[in-house]
């Protein structure tokens, strides 16, 4: 059984909004950080979004008022709502959370002991 898993991936034209999601277990979504990354082909994977225990957020400049990281704990998923999305969004997504203090983007990929599967956000111009 995958701990996380992302889904809500798809296409879409610029200036338009998606919603990504992030299935995770019971352990997995009691880690105190969770995030999102993001990656294109030829680059590093970067941090985007997180959300800590206590609910504060951090995001990535380059998607600072655009993006927005939530939580329903009823259904332990985590979610990143993402509105006037530009090309440059277009990304594999990834999910992951572990235990981590500070929690925010600058975090690297491989700190996090779980990570998803990621999905793609295509957006066109």
């Known amino acids: 059984q995958e701990k996380l898993a992302e889904s809500g991936g798809g296409s879409v034209q610029a200036g338009g909004s998606l919603r990504i999601s992030c299935a995770a277990s019971?352990?997995?979504?009691?880690?105190?950080?969770m995030g999102w990354f993001r990656q294109v082909p030829g680059k590093e994977r970067e941090g985007v979004a997180n959300?800590?225990?206590?609910?504060?957020?951090m995001y990535a400049d380059s998607v600072k008022g655009r993006f927005t990281i939530s939580q329903d704990s009823a259904k332990n998923i985590l979610y990143l709502q993402m509105n006037s999305l530009k090309p440059e969004d277009t990304a594999m997504y990834y999910c992951?959370?572990?235990?981590?203090?500070?929690?925010?983007?600058?975090?690297?990929?491989?700190?996090?002991?779980?990570r998803g599967q990621g999905t793609q956000v295509t957006v066109s111009s």
């Open positions: 019971e352990d997995a979504y009691s880690s105190s950080c």
């Open positions: 959300i800590y225990t206590d609910g504060s957020t």
């Open positions: 992951a959370a572990d235990r981590l203090n500070p929690c925010h983007p600058s975090r690297k990929w491989y700190e996090y002991h779980y």
